[in-house]
């Protein structure tokens, strides 16, 4: 019996090329920003998260987070920062390998993994988040009692007098797309195994 139906056609290999230089190319831009607007800052203040850094108005958010209590931001506390690059390499390497062995089991061994550290990834942003808009400073110089400031996960969400916007910067839509492309595979391989 033949194993050339197990392989994957062409077109899915260079969804999954395109899909492994669009992860690298993640690595060096913004993930995610979260946006703060209010009157006393008309233009705003932007908080960017790369894969290995933070960046943007990091130190007067910093200043406002010390008044309500909430931690200050610094890269250094937070191991995500040391390994994530890593790991959007591992995928980006698995997507490569995916595309050389042309094995379709391989294929879908890769999407579930890439599915599954999604779901994690986010839970660990949302943690992240939860942490720091819930632990705050009892001695803080600014107290509202049953407070809370965690950031939306994603959207819009209104902290006292700010507007906290949340979403995918470059690099998270670039993130995004390579998932999109390694699922289009799938579904291409799926159909084409089906009718076979």
Same mark, same amino acid.
């Given at each position: ?35 703060l ?37 610094? *890269? ?8 994530? /690059?890593?790991? =959007? @390499? &591992?995928?980006? +390497?698995?997507?490569?390998? #995916? ?41 803080? *110089?600014i ?5 809370a400031?965690? /950031?939306p996960? =994603? @959207? &819009?969400?209104? +902290?006292?007098?700010?507007? #906290? ?24 391989e799926?159909?084409k195994?089906?009718?076979?």
């Open positions: 019996m033949s194993h050339k139906p197990q392989k994957i056609s062409g077109l899915s290999r260079t969804l999954l090329i395109v899909s492994a230089i669009l992860l690298i190319a993640s690595i060096f831009v913004p993930l995610w920003y979260i946006d607007d209010a009157p006393q800052y008309p233009e705003g203040l932007r908080l960017l998260i790369y894969p290995n850094k933070l960046a943007g108005d990091v130190e007067i958010i910093n200043g406002l987070n010390h008044y309500i209590g909430m931690e200050t931001l610094h *890269a250094e506390n937070f191991i995500e920062f040391t390994i994530l /690059p890593y790991i =959007i @390499g &591992f995928f980006a +390497l698995m997507a490569l390998i #995916a595309a050389f062995i042309r094995s379709r089991k391989f294929l879908y061994f890769l999407l579930g993994l890439f599915i599954v550290f999604g779901i994690v990834a986010m839970y660990d942003f949302w943690r992240w988040e939860y942490n720091y808009g819930h632990n705050l400073d009892p001695n803080a *110089a107290i509202v009692p049953g407070m400031y965690q /950031p996960l =994603i @959207g &819009f969400k209104q +902290l006292l007098n700010f507007g #906290a916007y949340s979403f995918p910067d470059i690099g998270g839509w670039m993130f995004i797309g390579a998932g999109m492309l390694m699922l289009a595979a799938v579904v291409i799926w159909r195994a089906k009718k076979i």
